[in-house]
């Protein structure tokens, strides 16, 4: 009898242990600080406009974020690596400020991508925004503006403090990252996600 309650005992407490060891991730330290409400759990993509990775994952992160506990707080970083990453970087930040990201996001993404857009490219760049109905001057004069500025040089800061080497990548509440390899693939990434929210929750 004791050496079957042994048997059971082992078996209930392996089973977490193998739904753990099924999902790889990197603990950070030290952690980072959290831009989330205090009841929230933050999670962070790491992206790139230029990214096809990114690209591919965008339908997974929509589809997940419609299902997204209430209790989880999501935030985009655009990582930056080089000039050409914080160009993008900020064409990010500038579709923040001017309250398009929900309008525009997806289809910048599918514009580069699909169409081959250039946004380094100002008069190409300029041109498909006018196409969306948006004043390219005024986005570009945004573009310029030291919120802007200053948001784009807080993401390179952000990509060397989570130690992101390459995109997409993902973070839970400053303490966990998952990168693309470590995700195996678009819904690996995102369930690692999930299990990492669960185990935040627990700990709370």
């Given at each position: 009898m004791?050496?079957l309650?042994?048997f059971v005992?082992?078996?209930?407490?392996?089973?977490?242990?193998?739904a753990?060891?099924q999902y790889?991730?990197?603990?950070?330290?030290?952690?980072?600080p959290?831009e989330?409400d205090?009841?929230k759990?933050?999670v962070?993509?790491?992206?790139?406009?230029?990214?096809?990775?990114?690209?591919n994952?965008e339908p997974?992160?929509?589809k997940w974020?419609?299902?997204a506990?209430p209790?989880?707080?999501?935030?985009?970083i655009?990582?930056?690596?080089?000039?050409?990453?914080?160009?993008?970087?900020?064409?990010?930040?500038t579709?923040?400020?001017?309250g398009?990201?929900e309008k525009?996001?997806r289809?910048l993404f599918?514009a580069?991508?699909r169409?081959?857009?250039?946004?380094?490219?100002?008069?190409?760049?300029?041109?498909?925004?006018q196409?969306?109905?948006?004043?390219?001057k005024k986005?570009m004069?945004?573009?310029?503006?030291?919120?802007v500025?200053?948001?784009?040089?807080?993401?390179v800061q952000?990509?060397t403090?989570?130690?992101i080497?390459?995109?997409?990548?993902m973070?839970?509440?400053?303490?966990?990252?998952?990168?693309?390899d470590?995700?195996?693939?678009?819904?690996?990434?995102?369930?690692?996600?999930?299990f990492l929210?669960e185990?935040?929750r627990?700990?709370?």
């Open positions: 004791k050496k309650f042994a005992f082992a078996f209930f407490v392996a089973v977490p242990a193998l753990q060891g790889q991730y990197t603990e950070l330290k030290p952690p980072q959290t989330a205090a009841k759990i933050e962070v993509e790491f992206f790139w406009y230029g990214c096809p990775h990114c690209y994952l997974y992160i929509e974020l419609a299902k506990p209790d989880v707080q999501f935030r985009r655009p990582a930056v690596f080089n000039q050409r990453w914080g160009h993008d970087a900020a064409i990010y930040y579709l923040e400020a001017m398009l990201v525009l996001h289809p599918d580069i991508h169409d081959r857009l250039d946004t380094t490219n100002e008069q190409v760049f300029s041109a498909w925004l196409k969306q109905g948006v004043d390219s986005f004069d945004t573009m310029k503006s030291f919120g500025q200053s948001k784009t040089r807080r993401a952000l990509t403090a989570y130690k080497d390459g995109t997409p990548a973070a839970v509440q400053g303490r966990y990252t998952i990168s693309a470590q995700g195996r693939s678009q819904q690996g990434l995102l369930d690692t996600v999930s929210v185990q935040v627990k700990g709370k």
